[in-house]
């Protein structure tokens, strides 16, 4: 069974950097599609971004799109989502969820698509 831990929220000033990480064990972390997802409060969760089994394949939001780089390391079977430029309308809980909806060109996009998913870690984003 995949296991998904997330790590490196925290508390950021508007413009700031962070660098979350998606750690996996249980199953090689290799044979499925990584999602990030973020949930604000009182919000619906909405994908982030996404990245296919074997890194070359890459997809964002609008709104985070030359921001964010999502990347993944599947020989240390962990997943990067660099956030740069941070703004307060991104303060949520970020989750790493795990597809097995492979293929590179149509990547899963929505959270019922993903079958595994780590236990989110808190991103604020405030002066």
């Known amino acids: 069974q995949l296991q998904l831990v997330e790590s490196g929220g925290g508390l950021v000033q508007p413009g700031g950097s962070l660098t979350l990480s998606c750690a996996a064990s249980?199953?090689?972390?290799?044979?499925?599609?990584i999602g990030w997802f973020r949930q604000a409060p009182g919000k619906e969760r909405e994908g982030v971004s996404r990245i296919s089994t074997g890194g070359g394949h890459t997809e964002y939001i609008d709104s985070v799109k030359g921001r964010f780089t999502i990347s993944r390391d599947n020989a240390k079977n962990t997943v990067y989502l660099q956030m740069n430029s941070l703004r307060p309308e991104y303060t949520a809980v970020y989750y790493c969820?795990?597809?097995?909806?492979?293929?590179?060109?149509?990547?899963?996009?929505?959270?019922?698509?993903?079958?595994?998913w780590g236990q989110g870690t808190q991103v604020t984003v405030s002066s």
């Open positions: 249980g199953s090689g972390l290799n044979y499925y599609t």
């Open positions: 969820a795990a597809s097995q909806n492979t293929t590179p060109w149509r990547l899963p996009r929505l959270a019922p698509n993903y079958h595994y």
